[in-house]
């Protein structure tokens, strides 16, 4: 199974990737992680992109769209794997489309949680609160405006650019995390 989970900032894609991988054992690629990842070890890819992501901006796409190419071939994506945080504007879903084709891979769904974005916002600072060794550098008011800002003008053109390709499902990223993992579940095992 390789499937994309689409949303903007704070719309539970981590939580829910999170549940996929203990359920059916499938891979978590969160270009997020990686990246916090690679600032934390100082690499130069974590050097690139440490204040870019600190205000809430996008890192270059030839940057992401290398981490995820590296990813989808090693032995941990066998069953599958879930996008969590890729792509995020259409260049890094066609550079998605043909990396994949070249990999003779495709992709099954992918699944746009549905949120009321003002609520992003209590979200996002609850996980502030919660996140054990002090908040990310981005989960605040004035860095989730940006990222809210870029969702809109970058993210969200793909939600057509996968219904065209007639490969998107909705859920409701409002309803409790169970609710939500439920009907990941249903779309799952009908794909
Ligand atoms: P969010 O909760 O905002 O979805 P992520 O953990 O997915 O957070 O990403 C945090 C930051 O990492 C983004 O604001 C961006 O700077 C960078 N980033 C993550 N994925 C990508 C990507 N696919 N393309 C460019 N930048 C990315």
Not at 111 to 131: G, M, N, Y
Not at 155 to 175: C, E, F, N, R, S
Request: charged residues 30%.
């Amino acid at each position: 199974m390789k499937l994309i989970l689409l949303g903007p900032p704070g719309a539970g894609k981590g939580t829910q990737a999170q549940k996929l991988v203990s359920d059916y054992g499938y891979a978590q690629l969160s270009t997020g992680d990686m990246l916090r990842a690679a600032v934390a070890a100082g690499s130069e890819v974590g050097k690139q992109a440490k204040d870019i992501m600190d205000r809430g901006d996008l890192v270059p796409d030839e940057v992401v769209v290398g981490i995820i190419s590296d990813r989808v071939e090693a032995p941990d994506c066998a069953k599958g794997f879930i996008l969590d945080g890729f792509p995020r504007n259409t260049a890094q879903a066609e550079a998605l489309d043909k990396m994949l084709d070249e990999k003779g891979m495709k992709l099954d769904t992918v699944i746009s949680l549905e949120v009321v974005e003002k609520d992003l916002f209590d979200r996002i600072e609850q996980r502030a609160k919660e996140t054990v060794g002090g908040p990310r550098a981005d989960d605040n008011v004035k860095a989730l405006k940006k990222r809210l800002e870029v969702y809109h003008e970058q993210t969200a053109p793909l939600i057509k650019y996968y219904g065209d390709q007639g490969v998107l499902k909705t859920v409701d990223g409002m309803a409790q995390i169970d609710a939500v993992s439920a009907q990941i579940s249903d779309i799952l095992a009908e794909v």
